[in-house]
């Protein structure tokens, strides 16, 4: 029986520049290749001790119960959060996936404001006001409720794909609505899935819903839905987040300042993920409602 002695290992240099894992500092790398000592033994013992002395450095502390303790990076964050934020406290939380999701949990479990951690609030120039609500992207109900009902409530590390994942759910046991909706005075009625009303263009995890939605031009942009077969709007679903799907016949592109809609049936309309109003919900404009905090 031959055997082979496995090669010397020899990774390749990298710049790691993501969220995880980082390069690690050259005297962390020569450390880990010293000798393994037991947790009992005293050099341990000394070495703990001189990490405290040095922790308490860090921090301008003489508790000498200073500490440090490993964790996981959103346990970091975590961590600052519930130091640093109070009751009442503002705080703005960028959502862009499970991680943004996760720190607007946190936030809201310290007792942030109301208008802190919401999604997207305040909102632009332009952008639209739902319920005493002001707004900054998408509001939309029937359908997208449903899917962000399903969205919010899994526990699946599906990052991006947790839309496409709870469109699947909610389209199994779908059936389309009657809706009725208003923009700028003028009545549409039709029977389908859903009404979404935006400000910008994209949501739902990188959904390119309407990809000529500008900020800054005063104007809504609405979508409405039509009724199709569940299989034409899974086809079709893909191309909403290259930004593709526009010329399907079954949308239909509208744009105005205020925008009201009902259905035949209880929808929550949700907006920027957070849920807003029940239906019938009035959207309109709202010029300058923009806070921003400046050097």
Request: hydrophobic share 45%.
């Amino acid at each position: 029986m031959t055997t082979h002695a496995a090669p010397p290992l020899n990774p390749p240099v990298r710049i790691l520049m993501g969220p995880g894992p980082s390069d690690t500092h050259p005297r962390v790398l020569e450390a880990l290749g010293k000798p393994t000592v037991g947790h009992l033994d005293p050099y341990y013992l000394e070495i703990m001790n001189e990490m405290q002395r040095m922790l308490r450095a860090v921090f301008r502390t003489q508790n000498q119960m200073t500490l440090a303790i490993s964790g996981t990076g959103s346990a970091g964050m975590e961590t600052a959060v519930v130091n640093l934020i109070e009751p009442g406290d503002s705080m703005i939380v960028c959502v862009s996936g499970v991680f943004g999701e996760r720190m607007v949990d946190v936030a809201e479990a310290v007792g942030a404001s109301d208008g802190a951690p919401r999604r997207g609030e305040p909102a632009s120039d332009g952008a639209p006001a739902g319920a005493g609500r002001t707004i900054l992207g998408i509001a939309s109900a029937g359908l997208d409720s449903d899917v962000q009902d399903i969205a919010n409530a899994t526990r699946l590390p599906l990052g991006r794909l947790v839309y496409a994942y709870a469109t699947l759910r909610a389209l199994a046991v779908w059936r389309p609505a009657a809706w009725h909706v208003t923009v700028d005075g003028t009545a549409h009625d039709f029977r389908g899935y859903s009404v979404a009303v935006a400000n910008s263009g994209v949501f739902g995890g990188g959904m390119r819903l309407v990809p000529q939605a500008a900020l800054d031009d005063g104007l809504l942009d609405v979508v409405l839905t039509r009724e199709r077969s569940r299989a034409g709007l899974l086809v079709n679903l893909p191309r909403v987040f290259r930004g593709t799907h526009v010329g399907d016949p079954a949308l239909v592109f509208l744009r105005g300042r205020e925008i009201a809609f009902a259905a035949d049936r209880p929808f929550v309309a949700y907006a920027d993920g957070e849920p807003v109003a029940s239906l019938p919900v009035t959207v309109r404009v709202a010029h300058r409602a923009l806070r921003v905090l400046v050097p």
